[in-house]
């Protein structure tokens, strides 16, 4: 898989998910939430499930943390 993460801000569903297993790598595990980095970039990125009102959270989002929130979760 080539590197795309400077290019990504936000993937939704099942696609994030996805990319995450297969490319990222996982820093940390909160509540509902997981942050992972990019072993090529070393952009982190946050998986959430942002419809909370949802059964499960509802879809997935991935989205790319700012660099001076990479500690902050």
Avoid at 18 to 35: C, D, M, Y
Avoid at 43 to 62: E, K, N, S, T
Wanted: hydrophobic share 30%; proline share 7%; net charge negative.
């Amino acid at each position: 898989m080539t590197c795309q993460c400077n290019e990504i801000e936000e993937i939704n569903g099942w696609t994030a998910k996805s990319f995450a297993k297969q490319h990222l790598r996982k820093v940390r595990v909160g509540n509902w939430e997981i942050e992972y980095e990019c072993p090529e970039t070393g952009i982190h990125f946050l998986l959430d499930y942002p419809q909370g009102h949802l059964m499960g959270g509802g879809p997935p989002r991935l989205r790319r943390l700012p660099i001076s929130s990479n500690n902050d979760l």
